[in-house]
């Protein structure tokens, strides 16, 4: 189980505490537990869904919804059993409960359908849903998602440098975050800090994610955006960026050779995709 210590709920707060626009915070009850979502934007612009990756929270976001929020309405969804302050059960990854938790999510926002967004296991998730439900799915943005390509044996590589203590530790992020600023702007340092607690005090799943088969990412019609990075540490971008141009032939891809599995600076590429320029 993901849940938060009493110290990261108050630091996570904080955090939301400093979102750069005017947000509400949602509950809504689901077959699976509550779940906790971030809204902001205006209340009767299109409706976005935002789908965060494993050991982490909607904070991710909070710069993203900054611009994102101009022309929709965004919901920042905390993914159960996740380290937020949604339910800490974690479904199993066959079967659709992921799916039928977001139809639950759906229907407490009131909402028919949505464009989503997704990183890496939200990717998956986002990407599972379409399939599942694509009338729900009304544009699909996704980075460095999961469940195209491959997942390399990432943590058989980082055990050994994790037993390092802080050196370790520090070697693992930058093989998945890329190199860092040396400085971050004032604003962004609490988010840092946030993350770097997370993954000092939650253990990580090991989980296996699902391939989509080609079958499935060709029945997909919406307009799709996918991003990658060509030195993605945790899955064969390789393989993403060849299984998309085969079976998806209207969604658009962008390959960036020298980028990780973290993308930084995609907000403006994806806000002019969701509004279709």
């Avoid at 509950?27 to 979502?37: A, K, L, M, S, Y």
């Avoid at 494993?54 to 710069?63: H, P």
């Avoid at 999510?105 to 694509?134: I, Q």
């Avoid at 544009?139 to 390399?152: E, M, V, Y």
């Amino acid at each position: 189980m993901s849940k938060l210590d009493t110290v990261l709920v108050d630091q996570y707060r904080n955090v939301l505490g400093q979102w750069p626009v005017a947000a509400d915070h949602l509950w809504v009850d689901t077959r699976e537990g509550t779940t906790f979502i971030v809204a902001s934007g205006p209340r009767d612009a299109p409706p976005l869904v935002l789908l965060h990756g494993a050991l982490t929270n909607s904070a991710i976001w909070m710069f993203d919804a900054e611009l994102w929020s101009q022309s929709f309405r965004v919901y920042a969804v905390d993914v159960i059993g996740e380290p937020g302050l949604s339910t800490a059960k974690q479904l199993p990854l066959e079967g659709g409960r992921y799916a039928t938790w977001l139809d639950d999510v759906l229907a407490g926002l009131d909402l028919e359908s949505a464009a989503f967004v997704g990183v890496s296991f939200g990717g998956w998730l986002a990407l599972d849903y379409a399939v599942r439900r694509p009338s729900r799915v009304d544009r699909l943005a996704l980075l460095c998602p999961a469940g195209i390509g491959r997942q390399k044996p990432f943590f058989l590589k980082a055990l050994p440098l994790l037993l390092l203590g802080s050196w370790g530790k520090a070697k693992v992020r930058a093989m998945v975050m890329g190199p860092q600023p040396q400085t971050l702007a004032d604003r962004a340092r609490p988010l840092m800090d946030l993350v770097s607690s997370i993954h000092s005090k939650v253990r990580p799943r090991s989980i296996t994610i699902p391939l989509v088969s080609d079958a499935d990412l060709r029945s997909l019609k919406m307009p799709a955006l996918i991003i990658v990075g060509g030195r993605d540490a945790l899955i064969h971008s390789s393989e993403t960026r060849r299984r998309v141009e085969s079976t998806m032939p209207n969604a658009q891809l962008h390959y960036l050779e020298q980028a990780f599995h973290h993308l930084p600076n995609q907000r403006e590429t994806i806000f002019n995709f969701l509004r279709g320029k």
